[in-house]
């Protein structure tokens, strides 16, 4: 059973899945975000994180800002290999605190920022009847043992308890500064710092062939079956059994795992009369983790090496806000993600999870002041996956999707402003075929298809405070 060895791996490594953003990278990282999607020009608060360069058109003063979201993603698999119970698989991923905060300190041609959130990951994720690569192999286990019936030992049917659920998140501790070259112009230095941690848990169990409605342990059933055979003379056979009966026990996962990486980041912003334009650059994050096994764990070790990379691509982000009347405004932002610059390794078929190009995203936002108080905005987000169709798998696909958010923006006072929104995310289904020339099963069985979608609802809510405004102490000409 070395395969079951290797999905197992790939269960574990879907975990890594960002909620919006690239294959790696969440950007969903402030309320202002869900409510409109378009935020790479931003000169709020929650540029911090978006355009970082821009934050030299607050007013002086201290600015703190507190943000969380609750995100639900579901997860459907559906699969036509003709041996398997059941033809469809569904997955739960949830994050109920899901927080980011901002943090500014302006003071004339300069602004020193920090902030905090869940760069990657971010949620739990559980997979209650497992996945179909799972149970196909366990499946196929029922055509190729049916010569038992000869030795008085029918396999007919199987079964099987498998179950996962994990945790991951790559938090974001950020920290730089702006400085305002001129009425136009001004540029950002800073950095992420990203200790990041997974944790998984599960298995697979109690594993059972044997005749239809008369299932029992697939190790007693074959190691009885082997003994039979010996007794036959079947010596090669019986041989054959009990390295098959060795390889069907319980399997435990119960591992950790840590590591830390810096993304540099720079930024540039140019502000006119009523448009700004934003533009940042994070480069490569180079990640290495580190597994650290519990004492219940007894598979781990044979899944993972001791220390494995998990780098995050470079991105490119784009933004322009205009003020088309006092209280209207629109914004564009384009994201591209360099993925064709990181390693992705192979997926759990032994495919090459190649790139054919990088993800990329457009997002358009629209904000209305309806008092001076109170204004409402929309957003609509396009995302183009760039990976090929060798890159799917049940346990790491990405697809296209198409996100739009609503939300408000209330200033209760001169110092509160509070910030919610909701957005919904459709993914397009991806559908992959299975042939004979990487998979063994479709050799047996013919080829088939899998298709694989899912769908994510947010809500979001987040306040900014600005706790104290002072003036400049140098003169003024």
């Given amino acids: 059973m070395k395969k079951l060895a290797v999905l197992i791996t790939g269960t574990l490594l879907l975990m890594n899945a960002a909620f919006a953003g690239g294959i790696l990278t969440n950007t969903n990282q402030s309320a202002q975000f869900v409510r409109m999607l378009s935020r790479n020009a931003s000169t709020d608060l929650d540029a911090v994180y978006f355009n970082p360069a821009g934050l030299t058109q607050l007013d002086n003063g201290f600015y703190f800002g507190l943000h969380n979201q609750t995100i639900f993603?579901?997860?459907?698999?559906?699969s036509e290999f003709p041996l398997l119970?059941?033809?469809?698989?569904?997955?739960?991923?949830?994050?109920?605190?899901?927080?980011?905060?901002?943090?500014?300190?302006?003071?004339?041609?300069?602004?020193?920022?920090a902030g905090f959130g869940p760069n990657g990951g971010g949620g739990s994720a559980k997979y209650d009847t497992g996945l179909p690569s799972f149970e196909k192999q366990i499946a196929s286990l029922v055509p190729a043992l049916a010569g038992l019936s000869a030795l008085g030992y029918p396999v007919a049917d199987y079964g099987v308890d498998i179950s996962f659920e994990g945790t991951s998140v790559f938090w974001g501790i950020q920290a730089g500064a702006t400085y305002k070259i001129n009425d136009i112009f001004s540029v950002f230095g800073g950095a992420r710092y990203l200790p990041s941690v997974n944790t998984y848990n599960g298995g697979i169990a109690n594993i059972k062939i044997g005749p239809a409605g008369a299932l029992v342990n697939a190790q007693t059933y074959l190691t009885s079956a082997a003994q039979t055979a010996n007794q036959y003379g079947q010596t090669a056979q019986a041989t054959m059994l009990l390295a098959l009966s060795a390889g069907l026990g319980d399997k435990r996962v119960d591992v950790k795992q840590t590591g830390a990486g810096i993304t540099p980041i720079i930024g540039f912003n140019i502000h006119l009369e009523k448009l700004n334009v934003g533009l940042k650059y994070e480069h490569m994050t180079t990640l290495i983790l580190t597994n650290s096994p519990s004492e219940n764990d007894n598979y781990s070790a044979q899944l993972f090496p001791e220390k494995f990379g998990n780098d995050i691509p470079a991105i490119i982000s784009v933004?322009?806000?205009?003020?088309?009347?006092?209280?209207?405004?629109?914004s564009g932002s384009f994201n591209?993600?360099?993925?064709?610059?990181?390693?992705?390794?192979?997926?759990?078929?032994?495919?090459?999870?190649?790139?054919?190009?990088?993800?990329?995203?457009?997002a358009l936002g629209v904000e209305y002041n309806l008092t001076e108080e109170f204004a409402v905005s929309a957003g609509y987000m396009n995302s183009n996956t760039g990976v090929s169709e060798q890159y799917q798998s049940d346990f790491s696909y990405s697809n296209d999707s198409y996100t739009a958010g609503v939300g408000f923006q209330w200033n209760m006072n001169d110092r509160l402003v509070l910030d919610a929104g909701m957005m919904l995310t459709t993914y397009k289904d991806e559908t992959k075929t299975f042939d004979a020339s990487f998979d063994d099963l479709a050799k047996n069985f013919g080829p088939y298809t899998e298709t694989y979608g899912k769908d994510t609802f947010t809500f979001a809510f987040g306040l900014g405070y600005k706790i104290a405004e002072f003036k400049s102490k140098r003169k003024r000409r």
């Fill in 85 to 113: 119970h059941n033809s469809e698989y569904k997955g739960e991923v949830f994050a109920p605190v899901f927080p980011s905060a901002f943090a500014v300190y302006k003071l004339d041609n300069w602004a020193f920022s």
């Fill in 73 to 78: 993603q579901n997860r459907t698999i559906s």
């Fill in 336 to 362: 591209e993600y360099m993925d064709k610059w990181v390693g992705w390794g192979n997926n759990v078929y032994g495919q090459h999870r190649s790139i054919d190009k990088n993800y990329m995203e457009l």
């Fill in 319 to 330: 933004g322009a806000d205009y003020m088309i009347t006092d209280a209207l405004k629109i």
